[in-house]
């Protein structure tokens, strides 16, 4: 299998690789290392294969097309070498696609002539094709990214809503225990020292009147105020 190196895969290499490296210096590089290029088993999405690349200390993905001469492949572009996939490499592989489709198709009508017509029909059918489907798998991809993205973002507004709410029902809770605790030692003075009243009235002007009956001390309390 022989891999052909294109200048626009050279830009990419250094624009998204090695970047600060001279054009004719990756060049040499990338041409060093393309027969120690290792085929990888995941294609793109338009079934382009690809390639990983080490050359020097630099590494990234080369994606790939067939040529017209067999077991030859055009280098289309080089992406950076990432282990795991994430929406931004695939719009960017989508976005890559695009770029190549355009390119070619413009390419394809400067050099039509009357004596390849069909052919170069044909070919310009064929990247014009490839040019919808490009742009139509990075309009879903990027569609998939916004909704992703809502979502994620109304997932953290209720998670924060929630504890929000539990935060609020805990310092209630809280409050209420303190007035409680408040209240019982108030009962509690007021039975050892006899002063029952007092007890009551304090009680009743505090926090708790709301919560604590009238009668709820005259059933707890004897009636002639004494412990």
Same mark, same amino acid.
């Given at each position: ?12 290499? &250094? ?21 120690? /290029? ?12 690809? $390639?990983?690349?080490?050359? %020097? ?60 017509? +069909? ?7 064929? $990247? ?7 742009? +139509? ?11 992703? /993205? ?18 609020? &029902?805990?310092? +209630? ?20 020292? %006899? ?6 009235? /304090? ?11 009238? %009668?709820? $001390? ?10």
């Amino acid at each position: 299998m022989t891999l052909i190196l294109t200048p626009h895969a050279v830009d990419r290499f &250094i624009g998204r690789c090695a970047p600060g490296l001279g054009s004719e210096e990756a060049r040499a590089l990338i041409q060093a290392a393309l027969p120690a /290029a290792a085929p990888l088993k995941e294609k793109t999405p338009q079934g382009h294969r690809q $390639w990983r690349l080490t050359a %020097g200390e630099y590494a990234g993905i080369l994606v790939t097309r067939p040529a017209r001469e067999p077991h030859h492949h055009v280098v289309v572009t080089v992406l950076p070498d990432a282990t795991e996939e994430d929406f931004g490499q695939e719009l960017l592989l989508c976005r890559e696609m695009l770029e190549d489709a355009e390119d070619r198709l413009r390419a394809a009508r400067l050099t039509l002539h009357r004596d390849d017509m +069909s052919h170069i029909q044909a070919e310009i059918k064929a $990247w014009t094709e490839l040019q919808k489907t490009a742009r +139509s798998a990075l309009l879903i991809k990027a569609k998939e990214a916004r909704r992703a /993205a809502h979502t994620a973002r109304h997932e953290r507004a209720v998670a924060a809503r929630r504890e929000a709410k539990r935060q609020q &029902i805990l310092a +209630s809770n809280q409050a209420d225990d303190v007035e409680l605790r408040a209240a019982l030692r108030i009962a509690v003075r007021g039975l050892m020292t %006899g002063r029952v009243e007092e007890a009551k009235k /304090a009680l009743r002007a505090g926090a708790l009147r709301g919560i604590l009956e009238p %009668g709820f $001390w005259n059933r707890q309390i004897a009636g002639d105020g004494k412990p």
